[in-house]
C-alpha cells in the first residue's frame, strides 16, 4: 500500500469495515400495490436491469423484500418493497416496527389512472401517523394511459411544477400539484393538460385522496425504450430530485452520483466498475471526515490503491509496483498536499471536515474514472501516456468536484 506510512492488510481490511457502518445510506421505502411500478422506479435510480432486480429482492418481513444497491456488502442505496397491498389482511404494523427508524422517505406507487386504492390509504394512514416528520412522496405512474397511442406532452408540463400543501376551508390539509409561478390557487393543474381532460381528472382525485398523507405528489412515466415513447424516463429526473430534497445532507451524495452508474450503461465493464469506484469513494470521504487532523491521510490512500487493483482485475490488467505507481503516485501525491493545507481546518467544526471529506471523494472518485479509461485503452491495445492519463484525471477531478453538493433542504 502507498502512504505516509504502512497500513498492513488486517489494518486495512478492518478500517474498511468500520467506515463501510458509518457511510450513511439512503433508504427509500417503497408502498403500493403490485404492477403500480416500483420495479421501474427501482430500475431507473440504479441502472439496474429489470431481471437483476428481480432476483436482487430478499425477503425482509413477512409481507416486505429488501433491494441492496448493487449488494449488500458494499450497500450504495436501500430499497424496501411492501407486497400484499390490495389484499385482504395487511396489517402495516410488522412493516413500521420494522422500517419505522430506519427510512428516510416513503415513496407511494400508484398507476395515474387507478382509483381502486382504499387498501393503500388505510395502512398509509398509520404509517403517517408512526411517524409524522418523515417525508412521503406520491409517485404517480404510468401516465401514457391516460393518452393512448400518444407521445408525452412536450414541454414536460411538469417541469416547472411543484406540490404544495394549503388548509382548506375545512381544516382539512390539501396537497395540490400547481404551477410553481402560480399564486392564485385559481388553476392548480399546468394548462397543457386541457389536452388531456382524463389526465387532468385523475391527477385532481388523487390531490384529494392524498390530501394530509403525502408531502409532494410526482407524476411520472418510466417505460421501456421498444414500447416506443420518444422519452421513456418521463419525468425520472424530477423524482430523483425530490428524492434528493427531501433526504438529509449525510445522505444526498449517493444519490447524486447514482446517475454516473446510469451514464456508464454503455461499457459492461465500467457499469460494473462505478459501483465499485462511488463505495470507495464514499469510504474515503467518511475516512476523511475524521475530526483529527493527518489521521485519515494513510486510510484515504489505502483505499485508493486497493480501488486501483481492483480495477485493474475487472479489467483483466495485470497490476505491478510500476503501474500502480504511475496511477496512484502522482494523484496520491497531489492528495496528501492537499490534506497537509486543509487538515488545520479540521479544528473548526463542519466547515473543515466537510471540506476533507469532498476533497477525498473527488480525488478517489477521479482517480477510478482515470483508471477505468486508461485500462480500457489497454485492453484495446493502446498505453496511454502520463500526460493523456493526466488529462483524463483532471477532466475527472473537475466534474467530481462539481458533483460534490451539500444541498441545504
Request: proline fraction near 6%.
Amino acid at each position: 500500500m502507498l502512504g505516509f506510512r504502512s497500513l498492513t492488510d488486517e489494518q486495512f481490511e478492518q478500517r474498511r469495515k468500520e467506515l463501510l457502518k458509518k457511510i450513511p445510506i439512503p433508504v427509500f421505502w417503497l408502498f403500493g400495490k403490485t404492477g403500480s411500478g416500483k420495479s421501474s422506479i427501482v430500475r431507473y435510480i440504479t441502472g439496474s436491469t429489470q431481471a437483476e432486480i428481480g432476483n436482487g429482492f430478499q425477503p425482509q418481513t413477512r409481507s416486505s423484500f429488501r433491494y441492496d444497491f448493487p449488494d449488500s456488502s458494499e450497500t450504495l442505496v436501500r430499497f424496501l418493497d411492501t407486497r400484499g397491498l390490495g389484499e385482504a389482511g395487511y396489517d402495516p404494523r410488522e412493516d413500521i416496527e420494522s422500517f419505522n427508524n430506519s427510512t428516510h422517505v416513503v415513496i407511494v406507487v400508484a398507476r395515474v389512472m387507478d382509483h381502486a386504492l382504499a387498501d393503500v390509504v388505510a395502512p398509509l394512514r398509520k404509517i403517517r401517523e408512526a411517524r409524522p416528520t418523515r417525508p412521503i412522496i406520491l409517485a404517480l405512474t404510468c401516465l401514457h394511459e391516460a393518452y393512448p397511442f400518444q407521445q408525452h406532452p412536450v414541454p414536460d408540463p411538469f417541469d416547472q411544477v411543484t406540490t404544495s400543501s394549503h388548509v382548506s376551508e375545512d381544516g382539512q390539509v390539501v396537497n395540490s400539484i400547481s404551477p410553481a409561478a402560480n399564486q392564485s390557487g385559481q388553476d392548480r393543474l399546468p394548462s397543457q393538460l386541457a389536452t388531456h381532460p382524463a389526465l387532468q381528472r385523475s391527477l385532481r382525485e388523487h390531490e384529494e385522496r392524498f390530501a394530509g398523507l403525502v408531502d409532494r405528489i410526482i407524476p411520472i412515466d418510466l417505460t421501456n425504450p421498444e414500447e416506443g415513447y420518444t422519452e421513456p424516463n418521463y419525468g425520472g429526473k424530477r423524482l430523483e430530485e425530490a428524492l434528493i430534497d427531501f433526504l438529509p445532507e449525510a445522505c444526498r451524495q449517493a444519490l447524486i452520483n447514482l446517475d454516473v452508474v446510469r451514464d456508464s450503461l454503455r461499457d459492461l465493464t465500467e457499469k460494473q466498475a462505478m459501483p465499485t469506484i462511488l463505495t470507495y469513494s464514499s469510504l474515503a470521504a467518511t475516512s476523511a471526515a475524521s475530526p483529527l487532523p493527518w489521521v485519515d491521510i494513510p486510510v484515504v490512500m489505502a483505499l485508493q490503491t486497493r480501488l486501483v487493483y481492483l480495477l485493474a482485475e475487472l479489467y483483466d490488467q495485470k497490476m505491478n509496483a510500476s503501474l500502480l505507481a504511475k496511477m496512484v503516485g502522482a494523484i496520491g501525491g497531489r492528495l496528501a498536499v492537499r490534506f497537509a493545507v486543509k487538515a488545520p481546518l479540521k479544528l473548526i467544526p463542519f466547515v473543515g471536515q466537510t471540506a476533507n471529506a469532498a476533497l477525498a471523494f473527488a480525488y478517489t472518485f477521479s482517480l477510478g474514472k482515470a483508471c477505468c479509461w486508461y485500462f480500457g485503452e489497454m485492453k484495446n491495445g493502446h498505453v496511454p501516456s502520463t500526460e493523456e492519463l493526466n488529462t483524463v484525471w483532471a477532466e475527472q477531478l473537475q466534474q467530481a468536484m462539481m458533483s460534490w453538493r451539500n444541498r441545504k433542504g
